[in-house]
């Protein structure tokens, strides 16, 4: 039977094991091994290291050393020579089968020894003979075998644990010994018997006041085996296999003495009688536990000798039928548990609590009821609990409960009940008038119910005296009305997470307006998608609003109907405000405007990212903030200066933040100056999106540095991004409309010194302006264009119309060149295709301007003529001239004013070569 058992264990073990390993992750159990002792506040912590010695290198002024769960199989005191302050060691989970007596001589200040769980065989007085100081010693889960009097010499031992020991007595010693021993444990013992001597050893023990005799078999006690131990104020028998027979004795053993509380919880008590605590009516008892007990029947009178009990719990028991008789004699019991002690199973109906059951109880001020059931709660259920002060009756089954009414707690009418607890208790309506019999409530639990109504107001008529409602969870069945919270002008806080339908604020008339006291308002997780100005007018002592997981992405974004609905306005005095997980993507100006007081701010959960510059700063007073997972990449002074000014605690991870110097240098060089504010796992969540280099690295790894000189390259940025600007826009003005500008420059630097910078002796000598040479086909041009440019102050000689009469050809063209002060050349295929022009005229100019020495030729090109020709025919060349003298006919009309300003310009330049 041994192998299926131990195979199952190790299956179970081995299960929890990967449940915890999925559950944690690799990183936990990676993390959770530790290398090295860890030292913190002259505390160091070797556990679970696998060590075989003290380490001889750890801090000399070590007070405290933990050498638990390793592979001790002794502890040499030269090993903890080093630390002789130590006043902790906890040598606990070992293999240690000695205790070394030169142990406390070698730690003289030790106070507390911890050993369990090892394999200590025998323990001698020469062991622990210089451990005077040792205040705790604890040898649970050894083997021991004691031999003279081991605990002699602890004059100062307040705290002594030999349980799971296979002890078979309770007797440590046969002289007296331990004076000022408070608490001993001997539980998991092999005791059956308590002899009347057996605590003989502790007869000088005025001091002890608690004796732990958990899961102890006892058979036998005999007369007086208290006796020695009268001080005694604890007993705890919990677990512990006796029957009813030895549980009457036992109290009558403790009659003689000062026993305060009694524990005999999981007994295996299933009933009790008439005569099970007769012996404890000469006690003062104030506490008795019988929980975890299968209890199933309490006998009329059982409680009528404990007359001075306070406290008793019959927690997780299986009661069945609660009578007016069954807590009879209890008249100065104040708490009562019975917590799933009246429950229905499977095999059994539903308990029965008779009418005027808790009668009896005219002291109780607190009974719990929780995860009960019973058939019904009828008008005298709780009659006569005129001191209740706390009823708790969630998590229970009761019918009567689920449509509530104004008789349902009439029986509490004369109780000064202040704290009620309906949570779970499957409510579907409340009623008219349901609580007006307990006008002293302060507390009402609604929680986790399933009402269904539009609360009118009436519901909560004569709770005048109210200050918490909690109606949190009661899956989204609630509306409101305009006078739903009229009768409660005293309200301080109230919770309606997850129990609104959506439209339940949608009203002309807020429901809150009449709750000026109001501090606390929690309308989180209802689907809210509409909010008015006025929702919370009135609330001028509101201090904490939860309006997280809601919908009201719409209400603050910019283009909402009639502009961001800034409902906040009215609650300038709030100090945390929750609206996380809303969908939010904008938040207006003055959404957060007028709230110095805010301590606690969580935005978390929601698609911010551009927050606009303005939105924090009169969150002065700020402490907390929440940003986590949204969509921030940068992080700039203009939005967080303010608040984080005064922060304590920030929460942004999860974000994708942007990693340069724009978005981020600001908030790296925050967080590495400041040392008041916590950011829980900077290097872990706060990770780079952007730019790729830093993708998925910590935001601490930002190279500060690399941004420390942008000033002058931001002047530089700006500098020559303004230049190159300029170069373009001059580019583009010069291309399209650089002849309006040469034309209107022009006409007023001509209008200011004239057309011509040659001297007015250099004109005198000349008859003719320019001598304009052109082909045959080109002759309309001129006369179309060029005749009509002459004047008084400008005239051509035209080779047709200006030859001298009687003068040959040939010698009137060489006399009209030379009384021509320029001589113009009208450039086009036609002139370099004409021979008698390119022969004869071209180079007859040209031998004048040589002779003369003259700067004198003027170029008109009405077509696109390339260098190399213009060369080859004319022996000209364009770098040859000034530019100035370099003229196109421009293609378009528009154009042309300026092209006759140019020529004019041209014509009126000097002659005379430039050096």
């Given at each position: 039977m041994q192998v299926p058992t131990f195979n199952l264990v190790f299956k179970m073990i081995t299960a929890l094991i990967f449940m915890c390993y999925l559950m944690a992750g690799p990183r936990c159990c990676v993390s959770c091994q530790k290398t090295s002792c860890l030292v913190q506040d002259r505390r160091a912590d070797c556990s679970h290291l696998s060590l075989k010695e003290v380490?001889?290198?750890?801090?000399?002024?070590?007070?405290?050393?933990?050498?638990?769960?390793?592979?001790?199989?002794?502890?040499?005191?030269?090993?903890?020579?080093?630390?002789?302050?130590?006043?902790?060691?906890?040598?606990?989970?070992?293999?240690?089968?000695?205790?070394?007596?030169?142990?406390?001589?070698?730690?003289p200040l030790l106070q507390t020894l911890n050993i369990q769980h090892n394999q200590v065989l025998s323990l001698k007085y020469e062991d622990l003979i210089h451990c005077t100081n040792l205040t705790q010693l604890t040898l649970a889960s050894n083997k021991l075998r004691l031999q003279g009097e081991p605990f002699s010499a602890l004059q100062s031992l307040k705290f002594l644990d030999v349980s799971k020991n296979k002890l078979q007595s309770a007797k440590l010693g046969s002289q007296p010994q331990l004076p000022n021993l408070v608490n001993l444990n001997l539980g998991l013992n092999d005791i059956t018997t308590l002899k009347k001597d057996?605590?003989?050893?502790?007869?000088?023990?005025?001091?002890?006041?608690?004796?732990?005799?958990?899961?102890?078999?006892?058979?036998?006690?005999?007369?007086?085996?208290?006796?020695?131990?009268?001080?005694?104020?604890?007993?705890?028998?919990?677990?512990?296999?006796?029957?009813?027979?030895?549980?009457?004795?036992?109290?009558?053993?403790?009659?003689?003495?000062?026993?305060?509380?009694?524990?005999?919880?999981?007994?295996?008590?299933?009933?009790?009688?008439?005569?099970?605590?007769?012996?404890?009516?000469?006690?003062?008892?104030?506490?008795?536990d019988l929980s975890h007990n299968g209890m199933g029947t309490i006998g009329k009178g059982s409680f009528q000798w404990l007359p001075k009990l306070e406290t008793l719990n019959l927690m997780d028991n299986n009661i069945k039928h609660l009578t007016k008789d069954t807590f009879q004699g209890l008249k100065s019991l104040k708490k009562l548990k019975l917590t799933k002690a009246v429950v229905k199973s499977h095999t059994s109906s539903t308990p029965i609590i008779d009418d005027f059951s808790f009668q009896p109880l005219s002291a109780l001020e607190s009974l719990m009821l929780n995860r009960t059931a019973a058939r019904e709660i009828t008008e005298h259920t709780f009659t006569g609990l005129t001191s209740l002060k706390e009823l708790d009756m969630s998590w229970s089954s009761y019918t009567s409960l689920r449509n509530i009414t104004n008789k349902t707690f009439a029986s509490l009418a004369g109780s000064p009940l202040r704290t009620l607890n309906l949570t779970g208790t499957d409510i579907t309506q409340i009623n008219p008038g349901s609580f007006s019999s307990l006008g002293n409530l302060t507390i009402l639990y609604l929680d986790s119910n399933f009402i269904r109504q539009t609360l009118s107001g009436r519901e909560f008529e004569g709770l005048g005296q109210i200050q918490e409602i909690y109606m949190s969870l009661n899956f989204q069945k609630i509306n409101l009305s305009s006078t739903?919270?009229?009768?409660?002008?005293?309200?301080?806080?109230?919770?309606?997470?997850?129990?609104?339908?959506?439209?339940?604020?949608?009203?002309?008339?807020?429901?809150?307006?009449?709750?000026?006291?109001?501090?606390?308002?929690?309308?989180?997780?209802?689907?809210?998608?509409?909010?008015?100005?006025?929702?919370?007018?009135?609330?001028?002592?509101?201090?904490?609003?939860?309006?997280?997981?809601?919908?009201?992405?719409?209400?603050?974004?910019?283009?909402?109907?009639?502009?961001?609905?800034?409902?906040?306005?009215?609650?300038?005095?709030?100090?945390?405000?929750?609206?996380?997980?809303?969908?939010?993507?904008?938040?207006?100006?003055?959404?957060?405007?007028?709230?110095?007081?805010?301590?606690?701010?969580?935005?978390?959960?929601?698609?911010?990212?551009?927050?606009?510059?303005?939105?924090?700063?009169?969150?002065?007073?700020?402490?907390?903030?929440?940003?986590?997972?949204?969509?921030?990449?940068?992080?700039?002074?203009?939005?967080?200066?303010?608040?984080?000014?005064?922060?304590?605690?920030?929460?942004?991870?999860?974000?994708?933040?942007?990693?340069?110097?724009?978005?981020?240098?600001?908030?790296?060089?925050?967080?590495?100056?400041?040392?008041?504010?916590?950011?829980?796992?900077?290097?872990?969540?706060?990770?780079?999106?952007?730019?790729?280099?830093?993708?998925?690295?910590?935001?601490?790894?930002?190279?500060?540095?690399?941004?420390?000189?942008?000033?002058?390259?931001?002047a530089?940025?700006?500098?020559?991004?303004?230049?190159?600007?300029?170069?373009?826009?001059?580019?583009?003005?010069?291309?399209?409309?650089?002849?309006?500008?040469?034309?209107?420059?022009?006409?007023?630097?001509?209008?200011?010194?004239?057309?011509?910078?040659?001297?007015?002796?250099?004109?005198?000598?000349?008859?003719?302006?320019?001598?304009v040479i052109h082909a045959e086909k080109d002759s309309s041009w001129v006369e179309r264009r060029m005749v009509p440019l002459?004047?008084?102050?400008?005239?051509?000689?035209?080779?047709?119309?200006?030859?001298?009469?009687?003068?040959?050809?040939?010698?009137?063209?060489?006399?009209?060149?030379?009384?021509?002060?320029?001589?113009?050349?009208?450039?086009?295929?036609?002139?370099?295709?004409?021979?008698?022009?390119?022969?004869?005229?071209?180079?007859?100019?040209?031998?004048?301007?040589?002779?003369?020495?003259?700067?004198?030729?003027?170029?008109?090109?009405?077509?696109?003529?390339?260098?190399?020709r213009l060369f080859r025919t004319l022996f000209l060349r364009r770098g040859m001239l000034r530019s100035c003298c370099v003229l196109h006919w421009p293609v378009h009309k528009e154009r042309v004013p300026a092209f006759h300003q140019k020529l004019l310009i041209a014509l009126g330049m000097t002659n005379r070569l430039q050096d």
């Amino acid at each position: 039977m041994q192998v299926p058992t131990f195979n199952l264990v190790f299956k179970m073990i081995t299960a929890l094991i990967f449940m915890c390993y999925l559950m944690a992750g690799p990183r936990c159990c990676v993390s959770c091994q530790k290398t090295s002792c860890l030292v913190q506040d002259r505390r160091a912590d070797c556990s679970h290291l696998s060590l075989k010695e003290v380490p001889p290198n750890l801090p000399s002024n070590l007070i405290s050393l933990d050498m638990s769960h390793n592979r001790l199989l002794a502890v040499r005191p030269m090993s903890l020579a080093p630390y002789p302050g130590l006043q902790h060691l906890n040598i606990s989970y070992n293999s240690i089968i000695k205790l070394d007596g030169g142990l406390c001589q070698t730690l003289p200040l030790l106070q507390t020894l911890n050993i369990q769980h090892n394999q200590v065989l025998s323990l001698k007085y020469e062991d622990l003979i210089h451990c005077t100081n040792l205040t705790q010693l604890t040898l649970a889960s050894n083997k021991l075998r004691l031999q003279g009097e081991p605990f002699s010499a602890l004059q100062s031992l307040k705290f002594l644990d030999v349980s799971k020991n296979k002890l078979q007595s309770a007797k440590l010693g046969s002289q007296p010994q331990l004076p000022n021993l408070v608490n001993l444990n001997l539980g998991l013992n092999d005791i059956t018997t308590l002899k009347k001597d057996d605590f003989s050893f502790l007869n000088h023990s005025s001091f002890l006041e608690v004796l732990n005799l958990s899961s102890v078999s006892l058979k036998t006690l005999e007369h007086g085996c208290f006796k020695l131990i009268s001080n005694l104020r604890t007993l705890i028998m919990d677990g512990s296999n006796i029957g009813t027979s030895v549980i009457v004795n036992l109290c009558s053993e403790l009659s003689g003495t000062a026993i305060n509380a009694l524990s005999i919880r999981n007994t295996k008590l299933v009933s009790l009688t008439n005569t099970t605590f007769l012996g404890l009516k000469e006690t003062n008892l104030t506490i008795l536990d019988l929980s975890h007990n299968g209890m199933g029947t309490i006998g009329k009178g059982s409680f009528q000798w404990l007359p001075k009990l306070e406290t008793l719990n019959l927690m997780d028991n299986n009661i069945k039928h609660l009578t007016k008789d069954t807590f009879q004699g209890l008249k100065s019991l104040k708490k009562l548990k019975l917590t799933k002690a009246v429950v229905k199973s499977h095999t059994s109906s539903t308990p029965i609590i008779d009418d005027f059951s808790f009668q009896p109880l005219s002291a109780l001020e607190s009974l719990m009821l929780n995860r009960t059931a019973a058939r019904e709660i009828t008008e005298h259920t709780f009659t006569g609990l005129t001191s209740l002060k706390e009823l708790d009756m969630s998590w229970s089954s009761y019918t009567s409960l689920r449509n509530i009414t104004n008789k349902t707690f009439a029986s509490l009418a004369g109780s000064p009940l202040r704290t009620l607890n309906l949570t779970g208790t499957d409510i579907t309506q409340i009623n008219p008038g349901s609580f007006s019999s307990l006008g002293n409530l302060t507390i009402l639990y609604l929680d986790s119910n399933f009402i269904r109504q539009t609360l009118s107001g009436r519901e909560f008529e004569g709770l005048g005296q109210i200050q918490e409602i909690y109606m949190s969870l009661n899956f989204q069945k609630i509306n409101l009305s305009s006078t739903s919270f009229g009768h409660l002008p005293n309200l301080r806080v109230l919770t309606l997470g997850k129990s609104l339908i959506a439209t339940a604020l949608n009203l002309d008339q807020s429901p809150f307006s009449p709750l000026s006291n109001l501090t606390i308002l929690d309308l989180s997780n209802n689907n809210i998608a509409n909010i008015r100005e006025n929702t919370f007018k009135g609330l001028v002592n509101l201090k904490v609003l939860k309006l997280q997981h809601n919908n009201l992405a719409r209400l603050w974004k910019s283009a909402n109907l009639g502009g961001p609905v800034l409902f906040l306005k009215e609650v300038l005095n709030l100090k945390t405000l929750l609206m996380d997980s809303n969908g939010l993507d904008e938040v207006p100006e003055e959404a957060l405007r007028g709230l110095k007081d805010l301590r606690q701010l969580s935005l978390a959960n929601n698609l911010l990212n551009n927050l606009k510059d303005s939105i924090f700063d009169d969150l002065e007073s700020l402490q907390a903030l929440y940003l986590q997972r949204n969509m921030i990449t940068n992080v700039r002074p203009e939005v967080f200066k303010t608040p984080l000014s005064n922060l304590t605690l920030l929460i942004m991870d999860k974000n994708p933040f942007d990693c340069t110097c724009e978005s981020i240098l600001w908030f790296v060089t925050w967080l590495n100056n400041t040392k008041v504010t916590k950011v829980p796992d900077l290097r872990e969540q706060y990770l780079c999106n952007t730019p790729l280099h830093y993708f998925n690295r910590t935001i601490m790894d930002f190279e500060v540095l690399s941004c420390k000189d942008m000033t002058p390259f931001q002047a530089l940025y700006i500098v020559s991004s303004t230049a190159i600007i300029m170069l373009i826009v001059s580019a583009l003005l010069v291309r399209f409309h650089g002849w309006r500008i040469q034309f209107y420059w022009n006409i007023v630097i001509n209008r200011t010194l004239g057309f011509s910078d040659a001297t007015v002796k250099e004109g005198r000598g000349y008859e003719y302006d320019a001598y304009v040479i052109h082909a045959e086909k080109d002759s309309s041009w001129v006369e179309r264009r060029m005749v009509p440019l002459e004047n008084k102050n400008c005239k051509f000689c035209l080779e047709d119309r200006d030859s001298i009469p009687g003068m040959s050809q040939l010698e009137s063209i060489v006399n009209n060149i030379r009384n021509s002060r320029k001589i113009l050349f009208v450039v086009t295929e036609s002139l370099l295709r004409d021979p008698w022009c390119r022969r004869f005229t071209a180079h007859q100019a040209l031998h004048q301007v040589i002779e003369a020495s003259r700067d004198s030729v003027v170029l008109v090109f009405l077509q696109d003529i390339h260098d190399y020709r213009l060369f080859r025919t004319l022996f000209l060349r364009r770098g040859m001239l000034r530019s100035c003298c370099v003229l196109h006919w421009p293609v378009h009309k528009e154009r042309v004013p300026a092209f006759h300003q140019k020529l004019l310009i041209a014509l009126g330049m000097t002659n005379r070569l430039q050096d």
